[in-house]
């Protein structure tokens, strides 16, 4: 990779609910295997994100049970950080949006782009509620999308279909808590002027023709070719980053502004700029290094309910504060990931718990399966049949059984004695074609693809040992029984360190089982590549057992009981 340094920014995660395997799916997972991936490769790479605090999401389940929004915060942030440590998600810092270092670069944000012209004040209709008696925010109001007809949409965006939705667009809006009709009224609110920079922000995107997924570039330029819109970045709450009115001159100051905070939409993806930020600072580094440093690329993990938050709203706030800042080098987008054939949907009973999967069945064995099944082009689907096959078959059947042949081989037959040969020149060539490949897809955020070359390298390994045969080499011929294991377990070493992005522990456990220090990642060193392995330095350990458990139907049935 020509890079000098890499911020990997994924998407905040609403600390209103459980985890579940969606949130693995859209960017936990590809985001912490693609860090992995930059480190090992030596690349000076910081990680970040956060629990997302603010906006109505919060509001309105704290609503629902009776607490206040920090109540409901405090009690998932630590839930978060679980599902966090239970995946082994390498985060540089998981931080949140309630914290001091956030409300300041929110507010210096919005004061850089006021300062340059791009703030509007003006006055606009909002949803009210006359039960109420208030403005209700987008989340407590939904109705039908105008432009796909779906029924139960939120009023500032269609799930459906993606778009995204202004003030009296939706049809027939009611409350999402009452289910009373709502009213358009009045009131006065900062929005940011899209249209001044939709120029820069276009041209940026043009750019990226042919680096960025296909879908993903067709989707955003659409959406900048219909023309884009003056943006509301302030709401009628009392829950959020407060507005620094009194940073401004008092003619620009909006109404009431001590009752109103700014658009979670706004103020969550400055978390990216804010966290970069705190982590420098607790570490004494300068977080200009990667965001003003044009040798460091930016890549973005979400789902595609995001995208346009990440490929034009964004990118134009960083635009308007003319500070320089590196814009998204490639954000890797992904559909929805679905269950059963079924929308992922807590109230309908179709959701699948992080925590819980993971208890049940490890934690490597979900993040293996999410990114065989990652809806990188289309949307995905849990299934559970498939997930125990798949695990049985690719992940046990294939990489698994070949690493436990090949050890329990050298270990039992050889009497795991130190002999030394040249590795076969073609097999050789395999395993480094490999690591190319595997780097050259993750950096495309082509996932599957990467994982199926190292089942590919897997099966070729088990090829030749079947080929070969060494247990009747071992007969006649011991020299070339040897040459042939080690053969195998130069495969094997390669396996190590090209499954570590992906299925972390299971990398650390076969290193403890060759003796061997399990792999850390150092800045300018790159360790993504085949090195061959002596055998002097290992020590397979007495007891060895397979990598991977194989999965039963009564595992399954004892899981969805």
């Known amino acids: 990779m020509n890079t000098k340094k890499i911020l990997v920014a994924a998407a905040w995660p609403y600390v209103n609910g459980d985890i579940h395997i969606g949130h693995l799916a859209g960017y936990f997972i590809p985001a912490d295997i693609f860090t992995r991936y930059s480190r090992l490769k030596g690349i000076d790479t910081v990680f970040v994100s956060g629990s997302d605090c603010h906006g109505t999401p919060i509001t309105v389940e704290a609503d629902k049970r009776g607490i206040s929004a920090k109540e409901l915060v405090n009690e998932y942030i630590p839930k978060v950080h679980e599902i966090i440590n239970q995946y082994g998600i390498s985060y540089s810092l998981f931080t949140s949006t309630i914290t001091e270092n956030h409300k300041k670069v929110t507010q210096d944000v919005f004061l850089n782009l006021f300062k340059n012209g791009y703030i509007l004040k003006k006055k606009s209709l909002q949803y009210f509620s006359d039960t109420d008696n208030k403005f209700l925010p987008d989340r407590y109001v939904e109705g039908e999308c105008p432009h796909c007809h779906s029924q139960g949409q939120r009023s500032d965006q269609c799930e459906n279909c993606g778009r995204s939705l202004g003030f009296g667009e939706l049809i027939n809006p009611y409350s999402k808590l009452t289910k009373a009709p709502v009213t358009l009224k009045e009131t006065e609110h900062y929005f940011i002027d899209y249209p001044k920079l939709e120029g820069q922000i276009k041209e940026y995107v043009l750019n990226h023709e042919g680096t960025w997924k296909d879908w993903v570039f067709k989707e955003t330029i659409g959406f900048i070719n219909e023309g884009l819109q003056e943006r509301a970045i302030t709401r009628d709450l009392d829950w959020g980053v407060e507005i620094p009115v009194n940073d401004l001159p008092e003619e620009e100051r909006i109404e009431f502004a001590d009752t109103k905070r700014f658009y979670v939409w706004f103020d969550a993806v400055i978390g990216y700029l804010s966290a970069t930020i705190e982590y420098c600072n607790a570490n004494g580094l300068d977080y200009r290094d990667y965001w003003n440093n044009k040798d460091a690329k930016h890549y973005y993990f979400m789902g595609q309910d995001n995208l346009t938050f990440h490929t034009i709203f964004w990118p134009g706030q960083l635009i308007g504060q003319n500070l320089n800042y590196n814009l998204p080098y490639f954000p890797s987008i992904v559909k929805f990931l679905n269950a059963n054939g079924q929308k992922l949907s807590k109230s309908r009973g179709n959701i699948i718990d992080a925590k819980k999967v993971a208890d049940h069945f490890g934690a490597d064995l979900i993040r293996f399966y999410i990114t065989s099944i990652l809806p990188e082009n289309k949307e995905g689907n849990w299934d559970w049949n498939d997930f125990k096959n798949s695990v049985n078959s690719e992940l046990g059947g294939n990489i698994g059984n070949f690493i436990h042949r090949v050890l329990t081989f050298y270990k039992n037959k050889l009497n795991a004695d130190k002999f030394d040969f040249e590795i076969d020149s073609e ?36 090829q030749y040992f079947d080929y070969n045969k060494p247990w009747e080499k071992l007969k006649t011929d011991i020299p070339e029984a040897q040459r042939i294991i080690f053969n195998c377990i130069q495969l094997v070493n390669a396996l190590r360190i090209l499954i570590n992005p992906f299925i972390p522990a299971a990398s650390n456990k076969l290193s403890e089982n060759l003796g061997l220090n399990i792999l850390e990642s150092e800045i300018d060193h790159d360790q993504f590549k085949f090195t061959k392995l002596s055998l002097a330095g290992i020590t397979v350990v007495e007891q060895l057992q397979p990598l991977f458990k194989k999965i039963e139907d009564e595992h399954i049935t004892a899981f969805n009981a």
């Open 427 to 462: 097999l050789r060539n395999k395993i480094e074609l490999a690591f190319t490949n595997v780097g050259d897809f993750l950096e495309n955020g082509q996932f599957i693809s990467a994982l199926n070359e190292i089942k590919k390298l897997s099966t070729t390994g088990n």
